[in-house]
């Protein structure tokens, strides 16, 4: 099946810094990429749809300019955290998408855990 | 506005024993309904997908599921639990209208020796 990589697979970082996360479809172009946030024992919560060359578009509550998104290319999309609290702690997992669409073309990425101290 | 509701958050069975997760769901429209599995530092997997065909759903490694719509119920069975089968295990359902998939909130499945 379609892979999905995504890169760190773990990172700690101070109060304060900036975070960028990678998420690559490895064997396919997606032309839709989506970011879940996943806290302890919680479910996926979508925070953003971002389409190769457009702007993302966030959820309800998700701050834009704290959670930059940039899809430049149809196999990249990231993810950066800007001036990370210790709050934004948590799991992001990355999803891809194919061109003909439905949920059930989504392959999702290992997710990355970040830690903010 | 659609919704899926995992209710167990943990279940645990013997193995060789049957698998029953629970998963109830709310829509506004015909909805599809996927269950995913999220083994430790993995990404997630598509068990098997129910799209308006037939109600009853076979998937990957023996599971499958059975749309009831009178009950809006989507449960996940197994009849004989596999030790490589515990993990987290999230029921969701689709937005038609804009692909956006909405996540329960899971249930992790163990498996008792």
């Known amino acids: 099946g379609a892979v999905v990589s995504q890169h760190p697979s773990r990172v700690i970082c101070k109060s304060g810094t900036s975070v960028k996360i990678e998420c690559r479809s490895l064997d396919f172009q997606a032309t839709t990429m989506f970011w879940y946030r996943q806290f302890p024992k919680q479910s996926l919560m979508l925070m953003a749809t971002?389409?190769?060359?457009?702007?993302?578009?966030?959820e309800q509550g998700v701050e834009k300019d704290k959670f930059l998104i940039n899809h430049a290319s149809l196999t990249l999309s990231t993810l950066t955290v800007t001036s990370a609290h210790p709050e934004d702690s948590s799991f992001y997992i990355c999803?891809?998408?194919?061109?003909?669409?439905?949920?059930?073309?989504?392959?999702f990425g290992p997710g990355t855990r970040l830690l903010v101290l | 506005a659609q919704s899926v509701t995992q209710l167990d958050s943990h279940v645990s069975v013997s193995e060789g024993t049957p698998v029953l997760l629970r998963c109830n769901y709310s829509?506004?429209?015909?909805?599809?309904l996927f269950w995913y599995v999220q083994h430790p530092n993995k990404g997630l997997q598509l068990l098997l997908k129910y799209t308006s065909a037939a109600t009853l759903v076979k998937g990957i490694n023996g599971f499958e599921a059975e749309f009831k719509k009178s009950e809006t119920s989507f449960h996940l069975t197994k009849p004989s639990a596999h030790m490589s089968d515990a993990a987290e295990y999230f029921c969701v359902v689709s937005d038609p209208s804009n692909d956006k998939i909405i996540f329960g909130k899971g249930t992790r499945l163990h498996i008792l020796p």
């Open positions: 999803s891809a998408g194919g061109s003909s669409g439905g949920p059930e073309t989504q392959y």
């Open positions: 829509s506004s429209y015909s909805p599809s």
């Open positions: 971002s389409n190769e060359g457009s702007k993302a578009t966030y």
